[in-house]
């Protein structure tokens, strides 16, 4: 009787997964979320014409997309089916509800079905790359993410490192996030002529395409690897400060501002808060965790590994580590890795103390508590960022009107820095008007003609001829 009411819970806890991820997307999708990248994308989608063809050719023809193939004639196909509804554009999300069925599948082969339910759960309201979440661009992030771990079950479970080696090159080929965990492929290879069949084929066929095919076949490719930044000694110590910061710091500062975000949080986000952490609760109460020690502690150390290679894209790029805005958007590999290493760590080291089963439960269903509200609040504040955006470029379109100003470059200044740090509805500084290329979908969705009117910030530009300044909801223009 007892394993049947759990077996119910589990099956109720995946049930209410699903739930909750339609609860989230559908938000993001009535309200219309476009921010930073997906603006530029979503103004691009009404100029698409030609064939499919030619225009996933053109598409791959970018700075952005030429090193990501795989990923980028996906998002090609999206935005090609986009371009006489924007609301198509959305799909893109799907994604990632996709990546939370093939981690709880391939995570449900190497662990209990308890424990796979709960690590697929607190990957999708962890703190870490919120952007992958909430952004149809980073579908790259999210297909990386589903071949790396197809790419492990191949390894691990099928000992098939043919598979294993496609899987992961089609990963890299989404985006670069997984590229220093080849390692853990390698270490999951037992046999060393198979060990250097795997490096060989995967890392030469991932160097072939990064240096060889993509500079030949696409003119605007761009090499993202810088490895000389790893020598800059200064460099190195930064990003090891920024990453202790962002877990020991960043990390619970972003669980505070959820918690005090549960005032403003609707009916059906106070059921699902509740009800999700009961249910793992109720899952894990009479759990056999002693008969796993083992199993968590290597467990433990293995996503431990992960975590640190991960972060070791940082010391070979010009990107930071950070829980904010729309650069944490590098962060997957350490998503993914960060939550098995909460989970095993948790457990192993409650198990280690002693600890009764439901003390871990307890635990368990705390650290639930806690992320669930904190992703919804990082989900308002998306919401809450698209329609400051919205109303930003409103009062701009009235003040332009009053002032007779029918074309030209407009710099507007609202201390954007100032405005992410003291904004209370801002979870993790959520991205909100910056950059140039974020203007002509705003100007187009608030009656600003962007053929006549460009829109940029005095920041990166300084010789603007019109300036505007937004404080206390009102636009005054200063020259």
């Given at each position: 009787?007892?394993?049947?009411?759990?077996?119910?819970?589990?099956?109720l806890?995946?049930?209410?997964m699903i739930?909750?991820?339609?609860?989230?997307?559908l938000?993001?999708?009535?309200?219309?979320t476009?921010?930073?990248?997906?603006l530029?994308?979503?103004?691009?989608?009404e100029?698409?014409?030609?064939?499919y063809?030619?225009f996933?050719?053109s598409?791959?023809?970018?700075?952005?997309?030429?090193?990501?193939?795989v990923?980028?004639?996906i998002?090609?196909?999206?935005?090609?089916l986009?371009?006489?509804?924007?609301s198509?554009?959305?799909l893109?999300l799907?994604?990632?509800?996709l990546?939370?069925?093939?981690i709880?599948?391939?995570?449900r082969?190497?662990?209990s079905?308890?424990?796979a339910s709960?690590?697929t759960l607190l990957?999708?309201?962890?703190?870490?790359?919120?952007?992958?979440q909430?952004?149809t661009?980073?579908l790259?992030?999210?297909?990386a993410?589903?071949?790396?771990a197809?790419?492990?079950y191949?390894?691990?479970?099928?000992?098939n490192i043919?598979?294993s080696?496609?899987?992961?090159?089609?990963?890299v080929l989404?985006?670069?996030?997984?590229?220093?965990?080849?390692?853990?492929?390698l270490?999951?290879?037992?046999e060393n002529k198979?060990?250097l069949?795997?490096?060989?084929f995967?890392l030469?066929?991932?160097?072939?395409?990064?240096?060889?095919i993509?500079?030949a076949?696409?003119v605007?490719?761009?090499?993202?690897?810088?490895?000389?930044?790893?020598?800059?000694?200064?460099?190195v110590?930064f990003v090891?400060?920024?990453?202790?910061?962002?877990?020991?710091?960043?990390?619970f500062?972003?669980?505070?501002?959820g918690v005090?975000h549960?005032?403003?949080?609707?009916?059906?986000?106070i059921?699902?808060?509740l009800?999700?952490?009961f249910?793992?609760?109720?899952?894990f109460?009479?759990?056999?965790?002693k008969?796993?020690?083992?199993?968590?502690k290597k467990?433990s150390?293995?996503s431990?590994?992960?975590?640190i290679l991960?972060m070791?894209?940082?010391?070979?790029?010009?990107?930071?580590?950070?829980?904010?805005?729309?650069?944490?958007r590098?962060?997957?590999?350490?998503r993914?890795?960060?939550?098995?290493f909460?989970?095993?760590?948790v457990?192993w080291?409650?198990?280690?103390?002693?600890?009764q089963h439901?003390?871990?439960?307890?635990f368990?269903?705390?650290?639930t508590?806690?992320?669930?509200?904190t992703?919804?609040?990082?989900?308002?504040?998306?919401?809450?960022a698209?329609k400051f955006?919205?109303?930003?470029?409103?009062k701009?379109?009235?003040?332009?009107?009053e002032n007779n100003?029918?074309?030209?470059?407009i710099c507007?200044?609202?201390g954007?820095?100032?405005e992410?740090?003291s904004?209370p509805?801002?979870?993790?500084?959520?991205?909100?008007?910056?950059?140039r290329?974020?203007?002509?979908?705003l100007?187009?969705?608030?009656?600003?003609?962007?053929?006549k009117i460009?829109?940029?910030?005095?920041i990166?530009?300084?010789?603007?001829n019109?300036?505007f300044v937004?404080?206390?909801?009102k636009?005054?223009?200063?020259?």
């Amino acid at each position: 009787m007892k394993e049947k009411n759990s077996r119910n819970y589990q099956i109720l806890l995946n049930i209410l997964m699903i739930v909750y991820t339609l609860y989230i997307f559908l938000a993001i999708f009535k309200e219309k979320t476009l921010l930073t990248d997906d603006l530029a994308s979503a103004y691009g989608l009404e100029a698409i014409s030609g064939s499919y063809l030619s225009f996933v050719r053109s598409y791959l023809d970018s700075q952005t997309m030429g090193a990501r193939p795989v990923s980028g004639i996906i998002t090609a196909t999206v935005c090609f089916l986009a371009r006489n509804n924007e609301s198509v554009y959305f799909l893109g999300l799907l994604f990632f509800p996709l990546s939370l069925l093939v981690i709880y599948w391939v995570a449900r082969k190497i662990i209990s079905k308890e424990l796979a339910s709960l690590m697929t759960l607190l990957y999708s309201v962890s703190l870490i790359g919120t952007s992958i979440q909430f952004s149809t661009m980073m579908l790259n992030s999210n297909l990386a993410t589903i071949f790396f771990a197809l790419s492990i079950y191949f390894v691990y479970i099928r000992k098939n490192i043919a598979a294993s080696s496609v899987f992961f090159i089609a990963s890299v080929l989404s985006y670069e996030i997984f590229l220093p965990l080849v390692l853990l492929n390698l270490f999951l290879v037992k046999e060393n002529k198979k060990r250097l069949l795997f490096a060989v084929f995967t890392l030469g066929a991932i160097f072939i395409f990064r240096k060889v095919i993509q500079p030949a076949v696409f003119v605007h490719y761009y090499q993202r690897d810088e490895v000389g930044k790893v020598l800059e000694v200064k460099r190195v110590l930064f990003v090891i400060v920024l990453s202790l910061k962002m877990f020991f710091y960043d990390f619970f500062a972003g669980i505070y501002k959820g918690v005090i975000h549960l005032r403003k949080i609707n009916v059906l986000g106070i059921i699902m808060s509740l009800a999700i952490p009961f249910t793992v609760y109720k899952i894990f109460y009479k759990y056999d965790f002693k008969s796993q020690s083992q199993a968590l502690k290597k467990l433990s150390i293995f996503s431990l590994a992960a975590v640190i290679l991960g972060m070791s894209i940082f010391l070979f790029s010009s990107y930071i580590p950070t829980l904010f805005g729309f650069e944490n958007r590098n962060l997957g590999a350490i998503r993914l890795f960060y939550t098995l290493f909460m989970i095993s760590g948790v457990i192993w080291v409650s198990l280690k103390l002693k600890l009764q089963h439901k003390t871990i439960s307890i635990f368990l269903s705390v650290i639930t508590f806690f992320l669930v509200i904190t992703n919804i609040s990082v989900k308002d504040s998306w919401i809450y960022a698209a329609k400051f955006n919205n109303e930003l470029f409103s009062k701009l379109n009235t003040a332009l009107k009053e002032n007779n100003i029918e074309k030209g470059e407009i710099c507007l200044d609202y201390g954007v820095f100032e405005e992410l740090k003291s904004n209370p509805n801002f979870t993790l500084r959520e991205p909100i008007f910056y950059k140039r290329w974020e203007s002509p979908q705003l100007c187009k969705m608030n009656g600003i003609d962007p053929l006549k009117i460009q829109v940029d910030n005095p920041i990166d530009k300084k010789d603007c001829n019109i300036r505007f300044v937004y404080k206390n909801g009102k636009m005054i223009l200063t020259k």
